[in-house]
């Protein structure tokens, strides 16, 4: 049974740090790459940062670039996103994604597997 299950959101001030995990079962990270994306009220979904299933290459927004880190724990099936000095623009419902493909993209939605999201909040 496939599952992603993301975590770790919260209510944080500006400047400080959260970091999400995605957890997935049903599927390996050796052949899907995972990508977060993020969903603020009443915008469209983005890309924030993915990593490549074949040879863990990753790929960041510009408005995240030098603030968040991706990384993944193939043994604990579980892909994390590091978030560092957080701003009030960074406000969103983070959801986790997988893809069948050595070269993922965060410029689409079209994604195969998506899990509920986390929300994030950050505001003094």
């Known amino acids: 049974q496939l599952q992603i299950v993301e975590s770790g959101g919260g209510l944080v001030q500006p400047g400080g740090s959260l970091r999400l995990s995605c957890a997935v079962s049903?599927?390996?990270?050796?052949?899907?790459?995972i990508g977060w994306f993020r969903q603020a009220p009443g915008k469209e979904r983005e890309g924030v940062s993915c990593?490549?299933?074949?040879?863990?290459?990753?790929t960041y927004a510009d408005s995240v670039k030098g603030r968040f880190t991706i990384s993944r724990d193939n043994v604990k099936a579980t892909v994390y996103l590091q978030m560092n000095s957080l701003k009030p623009e960074d406000t969103a419902v983070y959801y986790c994604?997988?893809?069948?493909?050595?070269?993922?993209?965060?410029?689409?939605?079209?994604?195969?597997?998506w899990g509920q999201g986390t929300q994030v909040t950050v505001s003094s």
């Open positions: 994604a997988a893809d069948r493909t050595a070269y993922p993209n965060i410029g689409t939605i079209w994604w195969d597997y």
């Open positions: 049903g599927l390996s990270l050796d052949t899907y790459s």
């Open positions: 990593i490549s299933a074949s040879d863990g290459s990753t």
